[in-house]
Nanobody, 128 residues
């Protein structure tokens, strides 16, 4: 099982970036997927989650209305479109696979403990 993030980099405040999470080694369309972010010295923060079929999404308070999560179940890839970036969005972004199949409990999926496979992360740095 592999999950590999890409698309991070340096961005100016107010601009957009799109992160990708390419997966392999499991039946992607059976699992909810999530994005989390982490700043050194702090806990991993919930960013967004998408249900296995893509019909349900949920977002962290600080990104709601700016970020959009999506998935391509044919190509086993998940995306995070980050609009109107702010300096406080600077973090390492991780994608993760739900440990369960067909999970749809979005409350559970806001917690890192719900996920059993994580990528190495991609760094996003937003300058003011």
């Amino acid at each position: 099982v592999q999950v590999v993030e890409s698309g991070g980099g340096l961005a100016h405040a107010g601009t957009s970036l799109r992160l990708s999470c390419k997966t392999s080694g499991f039946t992607f369309r059976f699992h909810a997927m999530g994005w989390f972010r982490q700043v050194p010295g702090e806990d991993r923060e919930f960013v967004a989650v998408i249900s296995w079929g893509g019909s349900k999404t949920d977002y962290g308070t600080s990104v709601k209305g700016r970020f959009i999560i999506s998935r391509d179940n044919v190509n086993g890839t998940m995306y995070l479109l980050m609009n109107n970036l702010r300096p406080e969005d600077t973090a390492r972004y991780f994608c993760a696979k739900d440990a369960n199949m067909f999970g749809s409990d979005l409350d559970r999926l806001r917690r890192p403990s719900a996920f059993d496979r994580w990528g190495q992360g991609t760094q996003v740095t937003v300058s003011s």
